[in-house]
């Protein structure tokens, strides 16, 4: 039947428009994959997003709106920015909210490899909090905006105690533990500290005030009694921090700029997402022998990563493709988690441990690698951790809310219809009965002794010895290594020279580092639908939430994650300090 002519009108239409699209497309791909135009003498101005990524995410969102600046992306850009003779001078600009201290220190470690090259690099602070200038002092100079205060006052410590809201609704924590220091359930069964939950963050808080003293004082040239002193002073207005020689000098950003010219010739500064254009083969960077990188990135639960957690699934998938790629050295498997169900956990272990006996395995800790989050590093031959790290909190949490007392509350009635003496272990309506009760004690506290004898094995350690740092205590990396749990401090350059030296590759030599989990594609993605991640939801985008409102996510994040009864290897979930 032939088209009429509207109908060949309307398809012609449509292919040129699919042309023109494609058209469209290639020329964004190239455009955005065409290497930058970086001139010589170049200042790069490295300004820190308000959240800085493990990793790139690859959920649906994310990949429509492009690539962001991650922890991993900041650190190569530096490294780069080393090696690339057109660049003369590096700004680092923090951002106004605060980083967790293993990324700062991950940044830190950044910044002094760049000052190793000869190159300068200059700190500039919009807004001057602890932990931006904990990073601010590692630079060879600092500048503060003319009008903002530095808020350099030490190190604070908040947790929440739910239990006295529970009561008024008529919500029963039924929660057991193992471990005297395992207060993850705190948050739901006390209305303050336990004596052990104040000696642990009291000893924690203690120990990051002194690194971030030290930290200074080695920044500043400073002695640090004298650094003790001038954080008890603060905060301070903008001339008292230049008067007291914190900063050096009180600048806006033209100025600054102005200040970094060479002769008459106006700086025009090079972003960072322009120069992340920049191919590091093109530098003599990222060539050689592979490394695979295992990312364990957020709570650990079942099934296959999604919303922001380490899905026990995929995690071992990515580790089992790891060990049987023949053209892998060395596996660095990178973690940044509180932990989460027990069960996954060891699912994610065995396959690390069977990894471990084919290739060199190395654990790399960010901000956070505690319980579940430390049970997956044991196997590794190496544990690297920034002295700054969350880790530990060696321990196993279970129980449940039983809400009748809200259900009555509401007039909601729930009738029970069951058979078999405990197959309503885990109502949500009523507490455990003690027989109930006391077999959910022998799981945890079953649980408790394999995680025990899982440290002792893989850190050459006896099972009392592991116990008498463990019951849940967590530890900052720098208390972890001199108790026997870590062994290096360092950041991901630790971990992969450590890989490196493991595999038998030399120590100048260039690495490929190949991701795990593979980032999914745009048609992957789309084809599981739109995932809502933890700390990236559409909401956030637009109105980015609060630290009370990130607060109240980690409390909720227990009862939305795992089932009742579930045991888990799960460090306490919620602290807000800066």
């Known amino acids: 039947m032939a088209l009429t002519r509207g109908a060949r009108i309307v398809i012609s239409i449509v292919i040129v428009a699919a042309l023109v699209s494609a058209a469209a497309v290639a020329g964004i791909v190239m455009f955005a994959t065409r290497g930058p135009d970086v001139p010589d003498g170049s200042v790069l101005w490295l300004r820190l997003p308000a959240a800085l990524a493990e990793r790139q995410p690859d959920d649906l969102l994310s990949q429509l ?61 919009e807004y001057g909090g602890s932990q931006a200038y904990y990073l601010a002092a590692a630079c060879d100079e600092v500048f503060l905006a003319p009008t903002s205060t530095l808020d350099l006052v030490g190190v604070a410590w908040y947790e929440l105690f739910a239990r006295d809201a529970l009561d008024k609704i008529g919500a029963y924590p039924d929660m057991l533990h193992a471990g005297e220091f395992k207060t993850a359930a705190n948050l739901y069964t006390e209305q303050t500290f336990t004596p052990e939950h104040r000696e642990m963050t009291e000893a924690l808080t203690r120990d990051f005030f002194d690194q971030l003293a030290l930290g200074v004082a080695r920044g500043r040239r400073m002695l640090i009694g004298d650094v003790h002193a001038l954080i008890d002073d603060g905060p301070f207005l903008p001339g008292d921090a230049l008067a007291r020689g914190l900063v050096d000098g009180l600048l806006y950003e033209d100025e600054l700029l102005e200040r970094l010219a060479e002769g008459d010739e106006p700086v025009e500064p090079l972003l960072l997402a322009d120069y992340r254009r920049v191919d590091p083969a093109s530098l003599g960077l990222g060539d050689g022998p592979r490394l695979a990188v295992v990312h364990v990135t957020g709570a650990i639960v079942h099934g296959k990563s999604a919303g922001g957690t380490a899905g026990a699934a995929t995690l071992m998938d990515a580790v089992r493709a790891a060990r049987e790629d023949e053209d892998v050295e060395a596996i660095v498997v990178r973690i940044n988690s509180p932990g989460g169900g027990a069960i996954a956990s060891d699912l994610i272990w065995r396959e690390i441990a069977l990894a471990g006996e084919e290739k060199p395995v190395v654990a790399s800790m960010s901000d956070l690698a505690a319980s579940g989050g430390y049970y997956v590093a044991m196997p590794a031959d190496v544990i690297v951790a920034q002295p700054g790290t969350l880790t530990g909190s060696i321990g196993v949490v279970g129980g449940k809310l039983a809400l009748g007392g809200a259900f009555d509350k509401l007039g909601v009635a729930v009738e029970e219809v069951s058979a078999g003496r405990m197959a309503g272990i885990n109502s949500i309506v009523n507490p455990y009965s003690e027989a109930a009760r006391e077999r959910v004690q022998q799981i945890i506290d079953a649980f408790y002794e394999e995680f025990l004898a899982r440290a002792a094995e893989g850190r050459g350690m006896t099972r009392d010895a592991v116990h008498a740092v463990g019951q849940g205590r967590v530890w900052t990396g720098r208390q972890a290594r001199d108790l026997g749990l870590v062994d290096e401090l360092g950041g991901m350059d630790a971990a992969v020279a450590a890989a490196k030296r493991l595999a038998g590759i030399d120590a100048g030599r260039e690495v490929t580092l190949v991701q795990y989990p593979r980032p999914r594609t745009f048609f992957e993605t789309l084809g599981e639908g739109l995932e809502i991640r933890a700390g990236g939801s559409l909401l956030d985008a637009i109105l980015p939430a609060s630290r009370l409102a990130a607060g109240a996510d980690a409390a909720t994040a227990p009862l939305r994650l795992f089932r009742p009864g579930e045991p888990l290897a799960l460090m306490p979930y919620v602290y807000l300090w800066e």
């Open 65 to 125: 709106g492009g690539p962001r600046a991650t922890l991993g992306s900041v650190v190569g850009t530096l490294r780069m920015a080393a090696a690339d003779d057109r660049i003369r001078t590096v700004v680092l600009a923090p951002s106004p909210q605060p980083l967790q201290w293993g990324m700062a220190q991950e940044l830190r470690g950044a910044v002094a490899a760049f000052r190793e090259s000869g190159k300068r690099i200059v700190a500039y602070l």
